[in-house]
């Protein structure tokens, strides 16, 4: 288990143990790295989370494992998970975020892709639109 995993866990259990989640409602969530945390640890399971919304997702975890989601992906076998991503056009990240969507989609993972048109390695401008549309995607 990597650092960060760990942490998001150990985080997860002190916040269970103090007030009961609704285990239905558990989206992971995150922007740049932390947008590729949620899905790793989505897609692994880490944490009992309905899905993930992520935001400019950086292409990997660990810089030498780029390949590293499509074996998650892959194993992904939970008809109830949802995963959604939101990347500009002009992102760094934005090719290798492409082949990660076209991985989900041929494996079954219930997914939404938006693309935004000049947007780089960033928020949109209408986020809070695009956040409160993410959340009833994956709820749904």
């Not at 990347?87 to 990240?93: E, S």
Request: neutral net charge.
């Amino acid at each position: 288990m990597t650092r960060s995993e760990r942490e998001v866990v150990d985080a997860y259990s002190q916040l269970n143990s103090s007030c009961k989640l609704d285990q239905e409602k558990i989206i992971l969530s995150g922007f740049s790295q932390g947008a590729t945390l949620a899905i790793y640890l989505a897609l692994k399971r880490s944490l009992p989370a309905r899905g993930f919304v992520a935001i400019a997702p950086a292409s990997t975890i660990i810089p030498s494992h780029s390949e590293e989601f499509t074996s998650f992906v892959k194993t992904d076998r939970n008809p109830d998970s949802r995963g959604w991503i939101l990347v500009g056009d002009k992102d760094r990240f934005f090719e290798r975020i492409n082949v990660l969507h076209s991985s989900m989609k041929q494996n079954g993972l219930e997914s939404e892709y938006v693309i935004e048109k000049g947007l780089g390695h960033d928020y949109p401008k209408d986020f809070a639109l695009k956040l409160g549309r993410a959340l009833d995607f994956v709820l749904r």
